[in-house]
C-alpha cells in the first residue's frame, strides 16, 4: 500500500491565486520530504528539500518566495504554489525516504493546470 | 545540464523476452543508483537499487548492473511481462551526502511496452 499520500491528485486554477499540496507520510515520520516537478516529457526535478521544524532548502533556480514549503509536523509537509502562473503548471510529486538511507517513497503527485 | 541520461525514449519487447533498458550518467560523485517504474497518473515506485561498491544486484526478475568505468548502468527484466508496461526512471545519487541516497537526479525516463 501507498507508504505518502498526496492530496489533491489535481488541480485547476486560475492565473494569480494560490493553490496548496499536501504530503503526508502514512505510518512512518518523515523528518524529511522532497519536493519533484516533472514538466512533459522531462525528468523529475527536485524543487526543495523539506525539512521538519527548520527551513527548506530550495534547489538553484527555484524561487522560494513563490514555491512556500511549511513542514510543521513528522508526518506532513505542504507546497503553495503562490501566485500562480500557465507556467507553472506541471506534476508536483512529493517524497520520503521510511529511514534516513532508504530509497525514496513518491506519492501519486498533483497535476496543476493554472489557466 | 542532463547529469544522468536515458537516451532510449522507448523500448518495445515481446512478452516473455529479456527487455534491457539502458542508462548514463556523467557525474563522477554518484554512487548510489536506482531504477522507480511510473504509471500515468502515479508517483514512481521504488523497484532496485545497487551500490557503487557492486557490479550486479538482483532481484527476481530485475538484475541492474553497472559499469562504473563507462559510467554507464542498465536494467534487466526477464522474463518480460505485459504489467511491465511503464515508464522506467534511472536516478542516482551521492549516497554520503546529506543523509544518503535521498537527493535524487533523474534520468528523463523509458516508456516500456511489452507486447503480447
Known amino acids: 500500500g501507498a507508504v505518502v499520500s498526496q492530496h489533491p491528485s489535481w488541480v485547476i486554477c486560475k492565473s494569480g491565486t494560490s493553490v496548496k499540496i499536501e504530503c503526508r507520510s502514512l505510518?512512518?515520520?518523515?523528518?524529511?520530504m522532497f519536493w519533484y516537478r516533472q514538466f512533459p516529457k522531462q525528468s523529475l526535478m527536485l524543487m526543495a528539500t523539506?525539512?521538519?521544524?527548520?527551513?527548506?532548502?530550495?534547489e538553484q533556480g527555484v524561487e522560494k518566495d513563490k514555491f512556500l514549503i511549511n513542514h510543521a509536523s513528522l508526518t506532513l509537509s505542504t507546497l503553495t504554489v503562490t501566485s500562480a502562473h500557465p507556467e507553472d503548471s506541471s506534476f508536483y510529486i512529493c517524497s520520503a525516504p521510511l529511514t534516513v538511507n532508504s530509497p525514496l517513497h513518491f506519492g501519486n503527485g498533483t497535476r496543476l493546470t493554472v489557466t | 545540464d542532463q547529469q544522468v541520461k536515458q537516451n532510449s525514449p522507448s523500448l518495445s519487447v515481446q512478452e516473455g523476452r529479456i527487455s534491457i533498458l539502458n542508462c548514463d550518467y556523467t557525474?563522477?560523485?554518484?554512487?548510489?543508483f536506482l531504477w522507480y517504474k511510473k504509471y500515468p497518473a502515479e508517483g514512481p515506485t521504488f523497484l532496485i537499487s545497487?551500490?557503487?561498491?557492486?557490479d550486479k544486484n538482483e532481484d527476481g526478475r530485475f538484475t541492474v548492473f553497472l559499469n562504473k568505468s563507462a559510467k554507464h548502468l542498465s536494467l534487466h527484466i526477464v522474463p518480460s511481462q505485459p504489467g511491465d508496461s511503464a515508464v522506467y526512471f534511472c536516478?542516482?545519487?551521492?549516497?554520503?551526502?546529506?543523509?544518503?541516497?535521498?537527493?535524487?537526479?533523474f534520468g528523463t525516463g523509458t516508456q516500456l511496452k511489452v507486447e503480447l
Open positions: 523539506s525539512n521538519e521544524g527548520s527551513k527548506a532548502t530550495y
Open positions: 505510518d512512518f515520520q518523515a523528518t524529511t
Open positions: 545497487i551500490s557503487s561498491i557492486k
Open positions: 557525474n563522477s560523485m554518484f554512487d548510489y
Open positions: 536516478a542516482a545519487s551521492v549516497y554520503g551526502l546529506t543523509g544518503g541516497g535521498n537527493k535524487l537526479t
